[in-house]
């Protein structure tokens, strides 16, 4: 089977370190999970086969991440003026969002293996990579990464949520691991913008801005292009429940919405403003129902 990494003809562990940095970069990318961690063969079947919403979920997330390496390449480019940030997508970022992927679609296929992934990734792929455009990163290096901030804020409330709805433990364990994941590049986003924002400052009201833009695009993308290329493609899978897609749309929407770890969300978005204390708590609350909506799907 094809895996991500090995369609890009770069397998994940293949780079020699070339200083003492990489060393240590190399030495931490170690110790970080690996697919041979996760137990595929002890998964509990009768735990998640029949959950439907749990697959447009993982499916949908597996298209996703798979697909992250558009992504890396666009910004890779976009901060080419930058070594250590171009280094650390590509070398660190990159090779881990394609790691959810495969490791999403090794536990999806082995789940339900009547699913042709192959052919609905590429359908969903000839889409998402329209999307996946240069144009589409905001041209000033620091709003692209408040705007990366973002993303990660939505991939990390996503596994949050998806993490407590499941019932079978490797998937729990999965869950975590990308969680995690997900919230250091959070991190390392953060940094990257508050280093860039100590050079040369932008000002709140473009932030605030770059995150308001974000956000909502994140309810137009991504996954729901991946939702309806799973649903155009799941076959006799879950046929017997007759449901149309407005309605799968619907009933994934929900269970997120009523799911998303708001607090956690409205915290982690509200750090590239760099705001004082005090004012940051005051605006949790109004800020924490916008984000409940729009991180929703
Ligand atoms: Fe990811
Ligand atoms: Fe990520």
Not at 6 to 29: F, K, V
Not at 47 to 75: C, K, Q
Not at 109 to 132: G, H, I, M, N, R
Not at 255 to 264: C, D, K, R, V
Request: hydrophobic letters at 40%; proline letters at 4%.
């Amino acid at each position: 089977m094809t895996t991500a990494s090995e369609m890009h003809g770069r397998p994940a562990d293949d780079r020699q370190p070339a200083s003492n940095e990489d060393s240590a970069a190399a030495a931490s990318a170690k110790a970080h999970w690996q697919l041979a961690d996760i137990r595929y063969a002890q998964i509990d079947h009768s735990a998640v086969a029949n959950d439907e919403d749990m697959f447009y979920l993982l499916m949908s997330a597996s298209f996703v991440e798979t697909g992250s390496d558009t992504y890396a390449a666009n910004l890779g480019a976009h901060y080419a003026r930058y070594p250590d940030i171009q280094h650390w997508l590509e070398d660190r970022w990159e090779h881990e969002e394609l790691q959810h992927g495969e490791s999403l679609r090794r536990y999806v296929e082995t789940v339900w293996p009547s699913f042709d992934w192959q052919k609905a990734y590429d359908s969903f792929f000839a889409e998402y990579s329209l999307l996946c455009t240069q144009e589409a990163l905001l041209e000033d290096p620091r709003l692209e990464m408040v705007a990366r901030c973002v993303v990660e804020t939505g991939t990390t409330a996503y596994y949050h949520t998806l993490r407590a709805l499941s019932q079978e433990p490797v998937l729990t364990e999965l869950l975590g691991h990308i969680r995690n994941d997900e919230v250091g590049h959070f991190k390392h986003f953060l940094s990257y913008f508050k280093s860039l924002q100590a050079k040369e400052p932008v000002g709140r009201l473009r932030i605030a801005q770059a995150l308001y833009s974000r956000l909502k695009e994140l309810r137009e993308s991504d996954s729901d292009v991946a939702l309806r290329h799973v649903f155009a493609n799941k076959g006799v899978l879950f046929a017997d429940r007759q449901r149309s897609f407005d309605d799968v749309a619907q009933r994934i929407y929900h269970l997120i919405s009523t799911g998303l770890p708001a607090q956690l969300a409205v915290q982690m978005l509200l750090k590239p403003m760099l705001l004082p204390p005090k004012l940051e708590s005051c605006l949790h609350r109004p800020i924490s129902r916008l984000a409940c909506r729009m991180l929703a799907y």
